[in-house]
């Protein structure tokens, strides 16, 4: 398995040097460093990395906005590290699956448990948007098709069932998705009503 491609982000540099210590010990590759919340975004867009480890408190932009805006552009997952389990982070990263939190003093082998949590979830909300997006596209061909059948309907007197034959053979004999053929349907009978 590929090692986890990490940015780390700490407003000290000395924080910082632990924890990509702690990183590399858990197996990690660290693919970027920052100690400011505009270095981090930088660095996320240079590297396109697994996840981002990053500091509630760093100078210019905090953890939260870092991750908010990495969020938005579906750029990594992060991981935030902060001092106390303030309820001020917890509400505005409540609702992500992009952002986890994880509390200091942070020990490697709880690190190396959220790192793999935070991306495990990210994965599962990725797919479950593109079953979404499939589900939507076909709930829209369903509708596309059940009104081209009533047109068939209408039109040629076709009972439901001749209608959707219709349309199966038509999508046969031209060789195209009978989403296609329908949505020709639909065109053709509203330029005949023009």
Known sequence: MARRRI????SEVAALDKLK???FRSGFSIVGEATDGMSVIKQVRITQPDLVVVDSHLPGMGGVAVAKILEEEALAPSLILTARAARAIIDQTRDSFFISLLVKPIRQ???YTAIEQAIA????FKKLDLQLEELKRTLANKKVIERAKAILMQNKALSEDEAHKMLQQMSMTMRKSI???AMAVITANELAKD
């Open 21 to 23: 210590e702690m990183l």
């Open 121 to 124: 979830n990210c994965e599962r």
């Open 109 to 111: 082998q709880q690190l």
């Open 7 to 10: 940015v780390a982000a700490e």
């Open 179 to 181: 989403s296609e053929i």
